[in-house]
Structures are given as structure tokens and as C-alpha cells.
């Protein structure tokens, strides 16, 4: 139904008519409101939506007088006129063809305005949708962008696993080297009575431990095959961190890699020759060596160690030396969560695409609002931007990222007590803290939704439980109980506030603990974004490293 009223209560007059011949662009634009029918004066000033007076939308070409749109206004109000009774059959006749020509012409304009709101529906839909992920080094963005796609892409999550494996022997192999440069630099401290700084091995000799070291010592051969093999087909840089003590650094040199996902093809690709063989051998070793590993791990003198010499270790590390045996072995097959937990670090800024493949909602889009959940079609692409930790605070490349949709910033509650290297260095709450500030206040970032992850719930809760106190190192905490919850709920306070005060227009933040590296969990807040909300925190709902560790499935 079009114009103030039916059509067969006359719709004609010579000259001018509210039945357009109306193309959807008829003033050579794409309107959000259908056009209905338009007054044929020559030349045209005004068109009209079919939702009555309040709707009437003027050319974008031409501005009227108040008094002539009240004009139009009125004509739309009366229009058709009443016609006078026919005079005859004939004239009836004619009167009813001419309302079944117009209906039919109404139909048609119908019809023209739903296509061509599916269409500007669909072309918003197929715009891929853009996700700027920021934060410190090892928050966790990459692991984030991996766990989207374990949901919604799973087939391309699946094929990936392969190239992954690579990762995952290189950080188990990375960890045992690290233990034994570790156990290398207190050896002196090897008593005569056979124990590690004071600390009586369970196997109740170290001369044991010696031997695994000794049995272990290809490991160091096989990290050097697994690393140039990542690095060396990848552009990837190795970083030799000379300077700093391994021991407290952890960290003597990490391997990376350049360029979205191009180096999973390249790893995955040479199955013959020289580096494969290369690579088979490292497995073999390994599955030699799982054994040991397993063994070195669990020596309680090594653990002491840790403790004495208050030893930083991977986050990875301990997930991949408790799962030795399972990785060592021949039948080995990369997990979700393997996968999850593989650690490379990202140079530069990797541009990665995921086609949804499910067609699920997800709770991205739209800053994680109920509301206005995005039903996704699958074949939607997504692009996420992965931004190195540390380039992160060099905002030169804001200004390629102005049309994200959103922005992930992801903080990690875990690192609180340690220091980001630099001069002077800082602790990395504060250093956190001051990148969500630049990121909250820049101007060119103020269109996109922002979502804050509060990460490594896991890994806060267990440092919290053993006696670690968070108002050490971050003194605005003062003297509040040192739980989970007080901590995350400071959390959630202090970065909205920076939020509120900075941000240059209103906008919504949603804000989430997560762990990135548990699937049950995350489903919840990437498909429905309503995972437990910090104010309402309940300690039992979130998942934390039990005694095994390694169970990941005790999420309720
Ligand atoms: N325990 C635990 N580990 C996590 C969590 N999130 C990430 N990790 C681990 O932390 C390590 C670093 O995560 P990444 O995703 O590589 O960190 P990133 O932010 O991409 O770091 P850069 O690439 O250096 O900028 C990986 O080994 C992850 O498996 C979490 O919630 N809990
Ligand atoms: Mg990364």
C-alpha cells in the first residue's frame, strides 16, 4: 500500500501523480528510506516514505521553505482526492482498471524496496568484519585470534594443527633446555651430601639427575633443528637476549614469526628431503627422550630449585612438561588445547582471515551486547589484526586501522609482579595500564566497539593461592584482601575508569575475565558475551590450574 490512501479511491490527476515510477535510486543515491512515490513536478524537489507525514524525506539537492513543505505535507495528508461516482459502467470500468494498474505498479514498488533493503542488509553482512587486537607482550592476542577460530572456523583450526605441532615440540624441548640451564647454574650449589641447594632429591640421589641431564643433552641439537626450521623458512627472527639472566628472564632468546599465517603453509609443506628428515629426527629423539623429561620435571629438588632461586618460567612451560610423555610420544596428535597453548611470538603486525564457518552468532561485533548479537552468515570473513606486544605502544600505525569495527584489548591480570624491560624498567600492571590509556583516548580508534579481556584468570588465581600479594606491586590496591575476586573487581574499576575519563565520545565497554587458553569458557563469551561478570564473580564458575594442571575440563 502506497500514498495517503488506496489506490482505488483514484489516484490520477494530468500531470501529477503520487505513483512514482520510482527506481529505488532515483535521486542517484542509495536511500535507508524506500522511496515511494514522488511528486512529478519538473523538476522533482521531494520524495516520500510510505510511514506517513513523520517520514517524508526531502532531495538532498533541494531546501525548501518551511512553508512550502508544509505545503507538501498537507497534499500528502488529502491525497487522492475523493472522486464523484462514475458516470456510467464504462467509466466504473475504467476506474477499476486503473486502481488494478496502480495496485499492481504498488507491488511492484513493494516489492523493489524489500529487495533492496535485503540487499544493503547483505552487502553490510558481507563486509568483512575488522578486529584490531592490542596489548602487552604475552597477554595473549594471538592466543585469542586461535580460540575465535577454534569456534568458529574449526575446520580451518583443524588443519592448522599441523604446522603447530612444530611449535609445540619446539616449546617442550625450549622448557626441559631451559630446566637444565637452569639446574647448569646452580650445579655448584650441588652438595656433597646429594642434594640441590639443601633440598634431598626424591630419588634420593643427584648423581640421578646428573645422568638425566647427561641422557637429556640432545635436546639441545633438536631445538636448534626445530628452531631454524621455524625461523629459517619464515623470515623469523631470532632474538638473543645476551644481557639478561636466563634464569630470570626466562627468556635467552624466543623464536617468531613475520606474516600472518604463511609460515603454517611453509612448515607444513616440505614433507620430503633433507629438512623433513631433519624434523623426524628431532621427533625420534624426542620420543627418546620423554621419559627423561617427565622424570626431570617431576624431581621436587627441581622445583625447589624454581622456588629458591624465584625462577620465571614460560607460561607455557609447565602445561608442555607436564604433557611430555603424551607430546614424546610416536601417535602424538595435537589437541585444541596444545594448540592453544603453542607459544610464537608475533613481529610486526600479522593479518590474519577467518571465514566463519559455522554461521553462528558471536558476541564481537557488537561490543559483546546482548542485543545486538550478530547472527553471522557463514562464509562471513573476518580479518584480525594481531599487533605485536610491543608495537602496541607505538601508535604509528593507528591510522591504517581507522575503519576496525572493534577493538580486543587484552590485559593480562597475571604479570603483575614483574618488570617490562626498558630504562627505568616498569612493573607491567603500570605499563598496561598506560596502553589502554593511549589506546582509550585516541582519536581515530573512537568509532570502533571496545571490549577489555581481563586474561589469564587461570594463572592470577594460582599466583594469588600462593601467597603472592598484589598490593606489593600495585600500591593504589592499599591493603584490600588479596582473593581473585578483590583483585579482578580492581581490575574491572581502575581500566573503566581510565576509560570514562579518556574515551573521546560516550561509548559502551564491555569487559571480561578470560582465559583464553580454556574452550569451555571462552564459547561463553564469544558466542554469547555473557560470561561472569566481574562484579558477580563467583570463584568456583572460573577455571584455574588444579593439582594435575594439565585438566582442562573442570570449567562448569
Ligand atoms: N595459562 C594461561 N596462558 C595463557 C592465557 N592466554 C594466553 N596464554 C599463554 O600465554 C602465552 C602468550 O600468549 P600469546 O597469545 O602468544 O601472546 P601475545 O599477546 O600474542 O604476545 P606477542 O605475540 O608477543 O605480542 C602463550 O603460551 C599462551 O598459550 C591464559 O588465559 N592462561
Ligand atoms: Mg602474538
Redesign the pocket.
Known amino acids: 500500500m502506497i500514498g495517503g490512501r488506496h489506490p482505488e479511491q483514484g489516484s490520477q490527476e494530468s500531470g501529477r501523480s503520487i505513483f512514482a515510477d520510482a527506481e529505488p535510486d532515483f535521486y542517484g543515491q542509495v536511500s535507508p528510506l524506500p522511496i515511494i512515490a514522488k511528486c512529478q513536478w519538473d523538476p522533482p524537489l521531494f520524495k516520500f516514505s510510505p510511514k506517513g507525514l513523520s517520514k517524508i524525506s526531502l532531495s538532498p539537492n533541494c531546501s525548501p521553505s518551511p512553508s512550502l513543505t508544509l505545503y507538501f505535507i498537507v497534499i500528502m495528508a488529502i491525497w487522492p482526492p475523493e472522486l464523484p461516482p462514475p458516470a456510467n459502467e464504462e467509466e466504473k470500468r475504467s476506474r477499476s482498471e486503473e486502481a488494478k494498474r496502480a495496485k499492481r505498479v504498488s507491488d511492484e514498488i513493494d516489492e523493489a524496496i524489500e529487495r533492496e533493503k535485503k540487499e544493503i542488509q547483505l552487502q553490510k553482512k558481507r563486509r568483512p568484519r575488522k578486529v584490531l587486537?592490542l596489548?602487552?607482550?604475552?597477554?595473549?592476542?594471538?592466543?585469542?585470534?586461535?580460540s575465535f577460530q577454534y569456534h568458529f572456523a574449526p575446520k580451518a583450526f583443524d588443519a592448522d594443527a599441523e604446522a603447530w605441532r612444530i611449535v609445540i615440540y619446539f616449546?617442550l624441548v625450549r622448557s626441559a633446555n631451559f630446566i637444565l640451564d637452569m639446574l647448569a647454574k646452580y650445579s655448584g650449589r650441588l652438595s656433597s651430601s646429594g642434594s640441590l641447594n639443601g633440598h634431598q632429591s626424591p630419588t634420593g640421589a643427584v648423581d640421578e639427575l646428573r645422568h638425566v641431564r647427561m641422557r637429556l643433552s640432545p635436546l639441545r641439537q633438536v631445538e636448534m633443528i626445530l628452531a631454524n626450521r621455524l625461523a629459517a623458512d619464515t623470515n623469523a627472527r631470532r632474538i638473543f637476549d645476551d644481557d639478561s639472566p636466563i634464569w630470570q628472564q626466562g627468556k635467552d632468546y624466543s623464536v617468531?614469526v613475520r606474516g600472518g599465517s604463511s609460515w603454517k603453509s611453509t612448515v607444513t609443506s616440505a614433507r620430503q628431503g633433507a629438512k623433513a628428515s631433519e624434523v623426524a629426527n628431532a621427533r625420534s629423539i624426542i620420543e627418546a627422550c620423554k621419559d627423561d623429561i617427565d622424570a626431570l620435571w617431576n624431581d621436587t629438588a627441581v622445583h625447589q630449585c624454581i622456588k629458591d632461586n624465584k625462577v620465571v618460567l614460560?607460561?607455557?612451560s609447565e602445561?608442555f612438561l607436564d604433557q611430555a610423555t603424551r607430546i614424546g610420544d610416536c601417535n602424538y596428535v595435537p589437541t585444541p588445547v596444545d594448540v592453544?597453548?603453542?607459544?610464537?611470538?608475533?613481529i610486526g603486525i600479522e593479518e590474519h582471515h577467518i571465514s566463519m564457518e559455522t554461521g553462528e552468532k558471536t558476541s564481537f561485533e557488537s561490543g559483546l551486547r546482548d542485543a545486538d548479537l550478530m547472527e553471522a552468515d557463514a562464509g562471513q570473513e573476518w580479518i584480525f589484526y594481531?599487533?605485536?606486544?610491543?608495537r602496541?605502544h607505538k601508535a604509528t600505525w593507528v591510522p591504517f586501522f581507522e575503519d576496525v569495527t572493534s577493538i580486543i584489548f587484552?590485559c593480562?591480570m597475571?604479570n603483575f609482579d614483574q618488570k617490562m624491560p626498558g630504562s627505568p624498567p616498569r612493573g607491567c600492571y603500570a605499563d598496561s595500564y598506560s596502553l589502554w590509556e593511549s589506546v582509550c583516548k585516541n582519536k581515530l580508534l573512537s568509532n570502533a566497539t571496545l571490549c577489555l579481556f581481563l586474561?589469564?584468570?587461570?594463572?592470577l588465581m594460582s599466583k594469588l593461592n600462593s601467597g603472592v600479594f598484589f598490593g606489593e606491586y600495585v600500591l593504589d590496591y592499599k591493603d584490600k584482601p588479596n582473593s581473585y575476586t578483590e583483585v579482578a573487581s580492581f581490575y574491572k574499576k581502575t581500566f573503566s575508569e581510565v576509560h570514562q575519563k579518556n574515551s573521546p565520545r560516550k561509548r559502551h565497554l564491555s569487559v571480561y575475565p578470560?582465559?583464553?587458553?580454556?574452550t569451555k569458557t571462552m564459547s561463553t563469551v564469544l558466542r554469547r558475551g555473557k560470561p561472569l561478570l566481574v562484579p558477580h564473580l563467583d570463584e568456583t564458575n572460573i577455571y584455574y590450574?588444579n593439582s594435575q594442571r594439565s585438566d582442562l575440563a573442570g570449567v562448569p
Not at 596489548?135 to 586461535?146: F, N, V, W, Y
Not at 586474561?455 to 594463572?459: E, I, Q, S, W
Open positions: 587486537l596489548g602487552q607482550s604475552c597477554s595473549g592476542k594471538s592466543t585469542m585470534m586461535k616449546n617468531a614460560e607460561d607455557y602445561y592453544l597453548r603453542a607459544r610464537l611470538e608475533t594481531d599487533i605485536e606486544g610491543s602496541s587484552l593480562s597475571a586474561n589469564k584468570t587461570d594463572l578470560t582465559c583464553a587458553i580454556d590450574l
